[in-house]
């Protein structure tokens, strides 16, 4: 099984700031196979990423993704508000489909 | 618009099943997979499996061999996830997602809202 480790667990900062997730595989994951979630308190995740850098219908720009073979991130260019949330990585590229155990996002 | 509507909350006994729905609708239902996924109470996500509407062929996490059945009613443009034998730590809320069918992957990019199934004498 490939574990996806993310770090930090949780990450505090300032509106306009810039944040930076990191996602790491351990095993080559293929940057096809790498997506990245955002989950709201209450509500279903939200796809952002998929193929490592490609933003979801609909996903601002602020949002965006890369990385390959086993590291990856996610990097919020401008904080708002609205971007709270806990955010997942996710590989699909080999059996059984595991996601990262999530990284924290608040807002000073 | 495209939606995944899931069925109601349920409370089950140590041992008993559950049978959770996901009614797809606003696009053609074998066009994509159906994954399940499940989120136990201030955990993060676990992935369970995905069912291909198109072909009825599935594939399963390991730690559910046995335990958990996918199914879909092409007709009904609905999948189903059953899980049998209930633990206390089945309490979860159990998520349908899509993700399109295709040679790569482009990510689950629809949703249900999620079933809180609790498993508690």
């Known amino acids: 099984e490939i574990v996806m480790t993310q770090s930090p667990a949780t990450l505090s900062l300032s509106p306009g700031e810039r944040a930076t997730l990191s996602c790491r595989a351990s095993q080559n994951v293929n940057n096809s196979y790498l997506s990245w979630y955002q989950q709201k308190p209450g509500q279903a995740p939200r796809l952002l990423i998929y193929g490592a850098s490609i933003r979801a219908t609909g996903i601002p720009a602020r949002f965006s993704g890369r990385g390959s073979e086993t590291d990856f991130t996610l990097t919020i260019s401008s904080l708002q508000p609205e971007d709270v949330a806990v955010y997942y990585c996710?590989?699909?590229?080999?059996?059984?489909?595991?996601f990262g155990q999530g990284t924290k996002l608040e807002i000073k | 618009q495209v939606h995944l509507v899931q069925s109601g909350a349920e409370v089950k006994k140590p041992g008993a099943s559950v049978k959770v729905s996901c009614k797809a609708s606003?696009?053609?239902?074998?066009?994509?997979?159906i994954h399940w996924v499940r989120q136990p109470p201030g955990q993060g996500l676990e992935w369970m499996g995905w069912?291909?509407?198109?072909?009825?062929?599935?594939n399963y996490a390991h730690k559910f061999h046995g335990r958990v059945t996918l199914t879909q009613d092409t007709s009904m443009g609905t999948a189903y996830i059953e899980l049998r034998s209930l633990r206390s730590d089945d309490t979860a809320v159990y998520y349908c997602a899509r993700d399109k069918v295709g040679v790569t992957s482009y990510g689950m990019d629809v949703w249900g809202q999620g079933t809180r199934v609790t498993v508690s004498s």
């Open positions: 069912i291909n509407p198109n072909s009825g062929g599935s």
């Open positions: 996710q590989q699909d590229y080999n059996l059984p489909y595991t």
């Open positions: 606003g696009y053609s239902f074998t066009d994509y997979y």
